[in-house]
């Protein structure tokens, strides 16, 4: 299939800094990823994630660990949307690895490169996604 | 006057199939809805009119006017969008619906102003109305003066007379169908049994729902009590608009991405807070009050002012959808009591 | 209900003529068969017009938001639970407002409904609500069992008929934003034309912006001239929500709501792999 086009929403403080130092370790992930610095996973409104599937085949969502938020508990509420999110996604039948969510500290450059591998190739191991039933190429 | 066995006229539409395509009411989940139709047998047992109105044909929900490209270092490619060409027929459109092409024919395709993808929409279709014997309890055309029995917007009026269909045109297009085979021309006997439906048809008109009033000042007519009241139980919603037949208010607006996007003209309603909302933030109709009376007040006093006639064609989709069971026909009868009112 | 009614009309009546309120805020008979219209009286002498039947379906606690005058309001079971949200998400206050609370005129009632008597109320008209059962959501649970494709399907096919009217929205007592994300147009979220997408991301959107505040009322799907299902949507939120929070909204006030708040210890089902790191 054409390569898929992956949307990642991180947060500035933490996942963001994460995905800084993959890349000044040189860490090699797939270009799929497009990335969106959000203040804090907490800004991140279901709406960012449901519009980006209109226009691309996959959304990582990752801000700091549970503890670590730059607010005090951005990601604590974060965590419950998100929850909501996905169960709602699946039962309306999208496919559970077509949206994910992660912890991705200012330190885990590793994480951060390798979850990308990881939802990029799931992602691509997934029937091509309709984008809500209007699907154009690109 | 033309007549044709219902099986013949049935056979005649299939054969039309070729050239054109066909939208008839289809009965669906949510009610009876103008779909494609390819020839299998028309269920119409209990259709009393479609859910949605027949202004969809010519006026879509939404439609692209433009697409356009916007590459780096290149001038801006601009690609207009060319509506659907294919030749239309609209089978068992109502009178009342019908009526209503001729409405917004004044306002997209008359002398001041064409709409070009209205037009040739219109231009391409033909519509084959069917005649009412039973109205719904929401029907309210006759209040307003149009007959269950009328051909106007339509080019072939059918009306049921058992086995066959007796055959009116209101257009050129139709009548030149109409005096071809299969259709021939009316027995006497059917003649007399079309002239008793009218009769009855007549008999039930009542007299004009549409009051005195609102032909009066509109000075007078904007500041009656009335609007003061009515508003309240609205939930601002656009069941009734959506529904009319005759609405036609329309937004703009442009879906973009990075490097292109469309122009989009869907429908509008000037029941939602934001329709006339401003961009400095002020609205001059704030309330549902303005808004209401503003509905009211377009179908029954602007709209006959400017196209001299009323935009109301008594469908009564508005009335029997409606969540809080708003029913313009008791505003109608409130205003016609207002007389007084406009004396203080 | 001859009774219900009665005491109804007559203590409407003493809250006009006694001045301590201006308007009430109830049900008279309307045009249609089965449907009774939401009305607003200001005169002891009208409150004869009110009525309590099978026809008052709408939730009234909508027009709360909206009224400026001291106001009555003639309530049910889950009209009183919205009110209780909206008194808990500071829209109301709590003296502005006289609450007559009625058990639910309605004897089939809704699938699924507890609640048929008001939750707060100044003063209870007597009367007996119908039967309440308890709710197992056995339809959010069928719906589950189906494979994932057949969901799919389903959503599309139901959402394929919206035709964007919003009036889901502004029946809903829990959808007061005064600009709601649709209006947005800088930048405009979502489209506004009724293709599958658009329509898609509204309703997704709209369950979870409701979640944790909806009370399912129902007055969403009864509200769609397209005849949407909207409240399996609703009830997956309401499953969950009471599930993973132990929460039901609209039954007490000054509970502070799910997404408001969290718990270090929640689940995080969400996560990548399931939540182990």
Redesign the interface.
């Given at each position: 299939m054409k390569e898929p086009k992956i949307v990642a929403f991180l947060c500035n403080w933490c996942s963001y800094a994460g995905a800084d130092l993959a890349g000044v370790s040189r860490l090699q992930y797939p270009p799929n990823v497009r990335i969106v610095r959000v203040p804090c996973s907490g800004r991140v409104d279901?709406?960012f994630i449901?519009?980006a599937l209109?226009?691309t085949d996959g959304v990582?969502t990752a801000g700091c660990h549970?503890?670590d938020c730059h607010y005090t508990?951005g990601n604590?509420?974060a965590?419950?949307?998100?929850?909501?999110?996905?169960?709602?996604?699946?039962?309306?039948?999208?496919?559970e690895k077509r949206v994910?969510?992660?912890?991705i500290s200012a330190a885990e450059g590793n994480r951060f490169a390798a979850?990308i591998r990881?939802?990029t190739e799931e992602v691509k191991g997934l029937e091509p996604w309709d984008?809500?039933?209007?699907r154009q190429d690109g | 006057m033309y007549e044709i066995l219902k099986d013949d006229f049935f056979l005649w539409l299939k054969g039309q199939l070729g050239q054109k395509e066909i939208l008839a009411p289809r009965l669906k989940e949510e009610g009876y809805l103008f779909l494609p139709w390819d020839g299998e047998e028309l269920e119409l047992t209990g259709y009393t009119n479609t859910l949605k109105p027949v202004k969809d044909a010519f006026f879509p929900q939404w439609e692209a006017l433009i697409r356009y490209r916007m590459d780096k270092g290149k001038p801006v490619q601009v690609m207009g969008e060319n509506p659907a060409t294919k030749p239309l027929i609209l089978f068992g459109v109502r009178p009342c619906d019908a009526r209503s092409i001729l409405l917004l024919d004044r306002v997209f395709n008359g002398p001041k102003y064409k709409d070009q993808h209205y037009r040739e929409r219109r231009e391409n279709t033909f519509v084959i109305s069917l005649a009412c014997s039973e109205p719904a309890s929401t029907c309210f055309c006759q209040d307003l003066g149009i007959s269950p029995l009328a051909k106007e917007g339509s080019d072939i009026l059918l009306v049921d007379l058992g086995d066959k269909f007796l055959a009116l045109a209101d257009t050129l297009k139709g009548e030149e169908i109409l005096q071809e085979r299969p259709f021939s021309p009316a027995t006497p006997g059917s003649m007399d049994k079309f002239q008793a439906l009218q009769g009855v048809s007549r008999q039930a008109a009542a007299a004009s729902l549409v009051p005195e009033i609102l032909s009066g000042e509109l000075s007078q007519v904007f500041v009656l009590p009335l609007w003061d009241e009515i508003y309240r139980k609205c939930l601002n919603c656009g069941v009734c608009t959506y529904l009319c037949p005759t609405c036609h208010c329309f937004d703009i607006s442009d879906e973009t991405?990075d490097t292109e996007g469309r122009r989009v003209r869907s429908w509008d309603s000037c029941m939602f807070g934001n329709f006339t909302q401003h961009g400095s933030g002020h609205n001059p109709r704030p309330t549902g009050k303005e808004r209401i009376r503003q509905r009211v007040l377009h179908k029954f006093k602007y709209f006959p002012e400017n196209y001299l006639a009323v935009a109301c064609v008594g469908c009564g989709r508005c009335v029997a959808k409606c969540p809080v069971n708003f029913d313009i026909r008791e505003v109608l009868k409130r205003l016609g009591g207002c007389q007084d009112d406009m004396s203080m | 209900m001859d009774k219900c009614i009665r005491e109804i009309r007559d203590k409407a009546q003493e809250l006009l003529e006694t001045g301590q309120v201006e308007v009430v805020i109830g049900f008279t008979a309307g045009t249609l068969p089965g449907k009774s219209t939401p009305c607003f009286i200001t005169r002891g002498e009208d409150c004869k017009l009110l009525v309590w039947d099978e026809g008052c379906k709408n939730n009234l606690a909508n027009y709360l938001l909206k009224e400026k005058r001291k106001a009555a309001i003639i309530i049910k079971g889950c009209d009183s639970r919205s009110l209780v949200n909206l008194l808990t998400e500071n829209q109301l206050s709590r003296d502005r407002v006289v609450i007559l609370g009625a058990p639910c005129p309605l004897t089939e009632g809704c699938e699924g409904c507890q609640i048929k008597s008001p939750v707060i109320y100044d003063y209870l008209v007597s009367g007996k609500a119908g039967k309440t059962g308890e709710d197992d959501f056995h339809d959010v649970k069928t719906?589950?069992r189906l494979?994932?494709?057949?969901?799919?399907?389903y959503?599309?096919k139901e959402v394929s008929k919206c035709i964007r009217c919003y009036a889901c929205r502004n029946a809903c007592p829990a959808c007061y934003c005064r600009e709601c994300?649709v209006e947005n147009n800088l930048p405009q979220?979502?489209g506004k034309s009724t293709?599958?997408?658009d329509n898609?991301?509204f309703h997704?959107?709209r369950?979870?912006h409701v979640?944790?505040r909806c009370v399912d009322c129902g007055a969403c799907q009864r509200a769609c001239p397209m005849g949407v299902d909207l409240r399996i949507?609703n009830r997956?939120?309401l499953l969950?929500?009471k599930e993973?929070?132990q929460f039901e909204a609209g039954l007490k006030e000054e509970q502070e709501l799910?997404?408001?708040?969290?718990d270090?210890g929640?689940?995080?089902?969400?996560?990548?792999g399931g939540g182990e790191?």
């Amino acid at each position: 299939m054409k390569e898929p086009k992956i949307v990642a929403f991180l947060c500035n403080w933490c996942s963001y800094a994460g995905a800084d130092l993959a890349g000044v370790s040189r860490l090699q992930y797939p270009p799929n990823v497009r990335i969106v610095r959000v203040p804090c996973s907490g800004r991140v409104d279901p709406l960012f994630i449901l519009t980006a599937l209109k226009h691309t085949d996959g959304v990582l969502t990752a801000g700091c660990h549970p503890g670590d938020c730059h607010y005090t508990s951005g990601n604590l509420v974060a965590r419950r949307k998100f929850t909501l999110l996905k169960s709602l996604l699946e039962f309306v039948g999208i496919e559970e690895k077509r949206v994910q969510f992660d912890w991705i500290s200012a330190a885990e450059g590793n994480r951060f490169a390798a979850r990308i591998r990881d939802v990029t190739e799931e992602v691509k191991g997934l029937e091509p996604w309709d984008r809500w039933g209007g699907r154009q190429d690109g | 006057m033309y007549e044709i066995l219902k099986d013949d006229f049935f056979l005649w539409l299939k054969g039309q199939l070729g050239q054109k395509e066909i939208l008839a009411p289809r009965l669906k989940e949510e009610g009876y809805l103008f779909l494609p139709w390819d020839g299998e047998e028309l269920e119409l047992t209990g259709y009393t009119n479609t859910l949605k109105p027949v202004k969809d044909a010519f006026f879509p929900q939404w439609e692209a006017l433009i697409r356009y490209r916007m590459d780096k270092g290149k001038p801006v490619q601009v690609m207009g969008e060319n509506p659907a060409t294919k030749p239309l027929i609209l089978f068992g459109v109502r009178p009342c619906d019908a009526r209503s092409i001729l409405l917004l024919d004044r306002v997209f395709n008359g002398p001041k102003y064409k709409d070009q993808h209205y037009r040739e929409r219109r231009e391409n279709t033909f519509v084959i109305s069917l005649a009412c014997s039973e109205p719904a309890s929401t029907c309210f055309c006759q209040d307003l003066g149009i007959s269950p029995l009328a051909k106007e917007g339509s080019d072939i009026l059918l009306v049921d007379l058992g086995d066959k269909f007796l055959a009116l045109a209101d257009t050129l297009k139709g009548e030149e169908i109409l005096q071809e085979r299969p259709f021939s021309p009316a027995t006497p006997g059917s003649m007399d049994k079309f002239q008793a439906l009218q009769g009855v048809s007549r008999q039930a008109a009542a007299a004009s729902l549409v009051p005195e009033i609102l032909s009066g000042e509109l000075s007078q007519v904007f500041v009656l009590p009335l609007w003061d009241e009515i508003y309240r139980k609205c939930l601002n919603c656009g069941v009734c608009t959506y529904l009319c037949p005759t609405c036609h208010c329309f937004d703009i607006s442009d879906e973009t991405t990075d490097t292109e996007g469309r122009r989009v003209r869907s429908w509008d309603s000037c029941m939602f807070g934001n329709f006339t909302q401003h961009g400095s933030g002020h609205n001059p109709r704030p309330t549902g009050k303005e808004r209401i009376r503003q509905r009211v007040l377009h179908k029954f006093k602007y709209f006959p002012e400017n196209y001299l006639a009323v935009a109301c064609v008594g469908c009564g989709r508005c009335v029997a959808k409606c969540p809080v069971n708003f029913d313009i026909r008791e505003v109608l009868k409130r205003l016609g009591g207002c007389q007084d009112d406009m004396s203080m | 209900m001859d009774k219900c009614i009665r005491e109804i009309r007559d203590k409407a009546q003493e809250l006009l003529e006694t001045g301590q309120v201006e308007v009430v805020i109830g049900f008279t008979a309307g045009t249609l068969p089965g449907k009774s219209t939401p009305c607003f009286i200001t005169r002891g002498e009208d409150c004869k017009l009110l009525v309590w039947d099978e026809g008052c379906k709408n939730n009234l606690a909508n027009y709360l938001l909206k009224e400026k005058r001291k106001a009555a309001i003639i309530i049910k079971g889950c009209d009183s639970r919205s009110l209780v949200n909206l008194l808990t998400e500071n829209q109301l206050s709590r003296d502005r407002v006289v609450i007559l609370g009625a058990p639910c005129p309605l004897t089939e009632g809704c699938e699924g409904c507890q609640i048929k008597s008001p939750v707060i109320y100044d003063y209870l008209v007597s009367g007996k609500a119908g039967k309440t059962g308890e709710d197992d959501f056995h339809d959010v649970k069928t719906f589950a069992r189906l494979s994932p494709q057949e969901r799919k399907e389903y959503f599309y096919k139901e959402v394929s008929k919206c035709i964007r009217c919003y009036a889901c929205r502004n029946a809903c007592p829990a959808c007061y934003c005064r600009e709601c994300f649709v209006e947005n147009n800088l930048p405009q979220w979502v489209g506004k034309s009724t293709q599958l997408a658009d329509n898609l991301i509204f309703h997704l959107t709209r369950a979870l912006h409701v979640a944790g505040r909806c009370v399912d009322c129902g007055a969403c799907q009864r509200a769609c001239p397209m005849g949407v299902d909207l409240r399996i949507l609703n009830r997956k939120m309401l499953l969950e929500v009471k599930e993973l929070y132990q929460f039901e909204a609209g039954l007490k006030e000054e509970q502070e709501l799910p997404l408001n708040t969290y718990d270090p210890g929640d689940p995080e089902p969400f996560l990548a792999g399931g939540g182990e790191a």
